[in-house]
């Protein structure tokens, strides 16, 4: 099973480099409006209402290229890889690099999961 | 002048089974560095002590130890910037040879898989002004602008010193990792403009226990005395190793 990891390491690192990128750009950018600006009242909270949420995620670009869908998948899908990454990571600096094969399996099996599960519902949007 | 209690690790494989400490008494000059109270022990106390040591000034990488649990060269730290008790163990990570004295073996290995040398898939013919002024068969330089150099430099300032593999959680887990300073020095010659040896290295890099292995914690940049900054190179390797992994991927005869 490691080597099998060892194999599409390159694809998995890559999605856990974009994903890091997006969890610190755009998911601060998201906590700090939703928890912070708008209960300071310095954004009025209608401006997330399910109408415009709406509208922003099944926009589209030259109304051809879904951008609302694609970042949103983004969003979801990424950050999923870089986290099973991480924890696989974490898991080997805690002494557990003999089960690394069967954890990394489980882990990214889990976020595999979660793209799929994601990447459908955003596409039935 | 102040007594310090100086705690070294001693082993001398023929009477010992496993390593144990033994204390000495050093009264410290206010400018001396643990390396002087060491050599102090050695000249003045207990000429059996055994430890590597050179330059005295940071640039041979031969007094790498444990100072207090951390990787330090021991020319580079006052041993006044620690109280009453220093405890001074060989570097972790390492097999012990004798008292503070380490196993290079390994790491040496490490160094030469990553082939650290200028690979060319042909040598550039001689300059023939060059040629004829010299008189005899001279081969061809390769020039190299101040931006190129800029690239690979800081990879290239490492003293082969090992606190990083001291410090470097996945070299204490997996031993046979190639580590920080193997890694940098890879990538250094990657960076190298008269360098061809990119896919062979990135292929390298690609096998088990090597860049991938790496889990960010950062330990080595942050114990590494010449400010090389090895998790940089090893984060930079990884991409590099990615982006030949999709050409190879999408042109898998490089493009011919």
Sequence with gaps: ?125 | MADKTIVITRFDPDKDQAPRKQEYKVPCEPDWKVLDAINFIKDELDGSVAHRWSCRMAVCGSCGMMVNGEPKLTCKTSINDYGDRVDIEPLANFPIVRDLVVDLDGFMHKFQSVKPWIIRAKEKAADPIAARAALHPVKGTYSQSADQLATFKQFSMCINCMLCYAACPVVANEPEFLGPAAIALGHRYNMDSRDEGQGERNEIFRGEGTVFSCSYANECSEVCPKNVDPAAAVNQAKFGAVIDWAKNLVLPRGGA
């Design chain 1, 1 to 125: 099973m490691r080597a099998f990891l060892l194999k599409i390491e390159p694809l998995i690192w890559l999605m856990f480099g974009q994903g890091i990128l997006i969890g610190t750009m755009l998911l601060t950018g998201w906590i700090l409006v939703v928890g912070l600006l708008i209960p300071l009242g310095m954004v009025d909270a209608s401006a997330l209402s399910y109408d415009r949420a709406y509208a922003l995620a099944t926009a589209s670009l030259f109304g051809v290229i879904p951008v609302g869908k694609l970042v949103l998948a983004a969003l979801l899908v990424l950050p999923l890889w870089k986290g099973a990454h991480h924890v696989r990571s974490l898991h080997v600096d805690f002494g557990g690099a003999e089960r690394d094969g069967i954890v990394g399996m489980l882990l990214y099996g889990v976020a595999l999961v979660g793209s799929i599960v994601g990447i459908l519902a955003v596409v039935g949007l």
